[in-house]
């Protein structure tokens, strides 16, 4: 296992630039998530860490070596990809294999260590199989049981289960998180779905057009996002935004008027701000913030209602049933240390 180290990274395809300076620090053993959107450049940086890209600027580096000009094969690195990556015409065996026998391994060793993958990752009974034989997700176990059987300082992964049905992705990052937590091998995991990010992650590291928006925990991320950005996009329903002006006495005015109470900020009164609230955080009761139902979903143990409020589409979310429809009235509340603000301008979190 090894730590990795990523200063000053830069990257750009002909005269587009797609990485600006990214610095992240992982630690050995860590299970870091790149989360972002589209385009942000996340699946770059890993193929970047693996060598299949070059560094235009910045230094890499796996445990205490320098790796920018070392060929993949020689990075001690293992890397699961998005479509498998199975070679057809093999079986299980000989796929998971594969690698050991390009280095020159003792069949005995092949053996044991493709056997033990197997069982790790209940692989036995498919092992003289071909990957068409199999489902997405045992295709997927079997890719992960070829990087497995190398045992490399850092495991990759790109995007691996965006392939799978929704059931089989709970599943498979279930068994992705456990079975780090038996290897405790360093992982890098990409991927656009910040609830996958959310629940394997030990670190996240959101990225956006190239740069790091904010690095933390979890939950850190979660309830004390740094800016705008990542506000929005760490957690699901997404944080709901309400522009206003701070008043005296701690309250931002809303553009209708309606009035929401806030903690003690360094803003100053008069300045422009948007107010983030998570769904959650929203409260139906007697008094407060009238809004205007325009779907109820119900999703068992919650239930969703979209809003509109001062103009705004806003997202309540709610543990208890109601019997609410479309076009009703229905006041919001929101207590005020759990109301967010931030710089209108700049997107900044205001503290």
Do not use: W
Not at 112 to 124: C, P, Q, S
């Amino acid at each position: 296992m090894a730590s990795v180290t990523l200063s000053g990274i830069r990257k750009s395809f002909g005269a587009t630039p797609v990485l600006h300076g990214v610095d992240v620090q992982i630690d050995d053993g860590e299970f870091v998530v790149l989360v972002g959107p589209s385009g942000c450049g996340k699946s770059t940086l890993l193929r970047m860490i693996a060598g299949l890209e070059e560094t235009l600027d910045g230094e890499i580096r796996i445990g205490d070596r320098v790796v920018n000009r070392v060929p993949p094969k020689a990075r001690d690195i293992a890397m699961v990809f998005q479509n498998y990556a199975l070679y057809p015409h093999m079986t299980v065996r000989a796929n998971m294999a594969f690698s050991m026998r390009l280095a020159g391994r003792a069949a005995a060793e092949i053996d044991a260590r493709v056997n033990d993958a197997a069982r790790i990752l209940g692989l036995d009974d498919y092992l003289d199989r071909f990957p068409r034989q199999l489902s997405g997700g045992q295709r997927q176990r079997v890719a992960m049981g070829r990087a497995i059987v190398r045992d490399p300082q850092v495991f990759l992964f790109d995007e691996p289960l965006s392939n799978l049905d929704a059931k089989l992705r709970v599943q498979m990052r279930t068994e992705i998180r456990a079975l780090h937590q038996r290897l405790r091998t360093t992982s890098i995991y990409v991927t656009h779905d910040q609830i996958e990010a959310m629940t394997m992650a030990d670190k996240i590291v959101v990225m956006n057009a190239g740069r790091v928006e904010q690095i933390g925990a979890p939950l850190v991320l979660y309830d004390d996002p740094a800016n705008l950005f990542v506000a929005g996009f760490i957690g699901s329903p997404a944080m709901n935004f309400l522009p206003g002006r701070l008043a005296e006495g701690g309250a931002v005015v809303l553009d209708n008027g309606g009035r929401i109470g806030v903690a003690s900020t360094a803003a100053k009164p008069g300045q422009a701000v948007t107010v983030g609230v998570r769904p959650e955080s929203l409260e139906i009761a007697a008094d407060g913030l009238l809004a205007e139902i325009v779907v109820v979903e119900p999703t068992g143990a919650d239930t969703q209602i979209y809003c509109t409020l001062a103009g705004r589409d806003v997202n309540v979310v709610s543990r208890e049933r109601h019997g609410f429809a479309p076009g009703q009235g229905i006041r919001l509340r929101v207590a005020p240390h759990k109301a967010l603000l931030f710089d209108a301008d700049s997107g900044a979190r205001i503290r």
